[in-house]
Structure formats: structure tokens, C-alpha cells
Nanobody
Framework: QVQLVESGGGSVQPGGSLRLSCAAS????????IGWFRQAPGKEREGVSC???????YYADSVKGRFTISRDNAKNTVYLQMNSLKPEDTAVYYC????????????????????WGQGTQVTVSS
């Protein structure tokens, strides 16, 4: 059974850090592009970051310089290190897998991804 499971969410104060994990089962992440999306209440799901199978990465302007995406193929897991968190980063974060590497213009399109996790809540508040 193909599955993506996110973990690592929680509540932090502004300026804090969290590391999200996206663990895959039922398939091998090596050849997939993995994206992170987030959705805040009342807002559309937005693309945050993506890492292709060749290691190339994409970041939304809103997180550039603060978030870092990485992959550990041996553990079949992708990570999103989030530093200097802001209240506007509060959202449910989802990871998703695409069977093909994505161009910059494609990474933020939810239609490019075949598999999705269930999401993990990130709350940034003082």
C-alpha cells in the first residue's frame, strides 16, 4: 500500500524551529519529486518547497532562507527544516510525491502529485 506519513509538527513560538518528516512506504522515494504544501484555515493549499530526484530544490519566496528541504533515500524520507518560524507559517503541512521531476513552474501545482500524506499541524504563536 502506497503511503506518505508526515510527522514533526507542533506548536512553537515565533523564531522557533521545527523539522517535518515525510516517510514513504509501499514505494521508493528515490525516483520521485517530493513537495511540501501547506494550507491555512480559509486559504488555498500553497506550495512551499520541492526536491527533485536529482536533488534540485525549489522554495516559495515566503520561506526562502528559512526552510531547507532534504532527502535521505536510505531512510525513504524527506525532511523540511523550518527555522525562524513566523505566525504566518501556521498551517497544516502536507507532503506529496510526483513520479517525475518538476520544473519550477510545476512544483506548486497540486495536480502534478500522485500521492499525498494526511498532513501535520504547525502552529506558530506567542
Amino acid at each position: 500500500q502506497v503511503q506518505l506519513v508526515e510527522s514533526g509538527g507542533g506548536s512553537v513560538q515565533p523564531g522557533g524551529s521545527l523539522r517535518l518528516s515525510c516517510a514513504a512506504s509501499g514505494f521508493t522515494l528515490d525516483y520521485y519529486a517530493i513537495g511540501w504544501f501547506r494550507q491555512a484555515p480559509g486559504k488555498e493549499r500553497e506550495g512551499v518547497s520541492c526536491i527533485n530526484s536529482d536533488g534540485s530544490t525549489y522554495y516559495a519566496d515566503s520561506v526562502k532562507g528559512r526552510f531547507t528541504i532534504s532527502r535521505d533515500n536510505a531512510k525513504n524520507t524527506v525532511y523540511l527544516q523550518m527555522n525562524s518560524l513566523k505566525p504566518e507559517d501556521t498551517a497544516v503541512y502536507y507532503c506529496a510525491a510526483s513520479p517525475a521531476d518538476l520544473e519550477t513552474i510545476e512544483v506548486v501545482s497540486t495536480k502534478q502529485y500522485d500521492y499525498w500524506g494526511q498532513g501535520t499541524q504547525v502552529t506558530v504563536s506567542s
